[in-house]
Nanobody, 120 residues
Framework: VQLQASGGGLVQAGGSLRLSCAAYGRTFSGYRMGWFRQAPGKEREIVAAITWSGGNTNYADSVKGRFTISRDNAKNTVYLQMNSLKGEDTAVYYC??????????????WGKGTQVTVSS
């Protein structure tokens, strides 16, 4: 199984970015896909998650109303649309996949991170 994240970059505060996570190697029905981030000196935190089959979503309070997670089952790809970016959103963003029974933070597969830097 491979998860390939892309779409990070440098953006000004107030701007937008869309991250993509292409998944290979298996079908993900019965899984939850998540986006996590880790800023320098901080612990990794969950940003958003979506169930592959039903599309149910969860968001960290800090990104509600600004970020949107979605998936395209045909393309086996999960997206994170990030709007109204702030300096505190600067982090390495990771996509991950885990079986539903493991809960929001229980992930089985991880992709390499993509850097998001928001300049103020």
């Amino acid at each position: 199984v491979q998860l390939q994240a892309s779409g990070g970059g440098l953006v000004q505060a107030g701007g937008s970015l869309r991250l993509s996570c292409a998944a290979y190697g298996r079908t993900f029905s019965g899984y939850r896909m998540g986006w996590f981030r880790q800023a320098p000196g901080k612990e990794r935190e969950i940003v958003a998650a979506i169930t592959w089959s039903g599309g149910n979503t969860n968001y960290a309070d800090s990104v509600k109303g600004r970020f949107t997670i979605s998936r395209d089952n045909a393309k086996n790809t999960v997206y994170l649309q990030m709007n109204s970016l702030k300096g505190e959103d600067t982090a390495v963003y990771y996509c991950a996949a885990g079986e539903l029974w493991r809960g929001l933070n229980g992930m089985d597969y991880w992709g390499k991170g993509t850097q998001v830097t928001v300049s103020s």
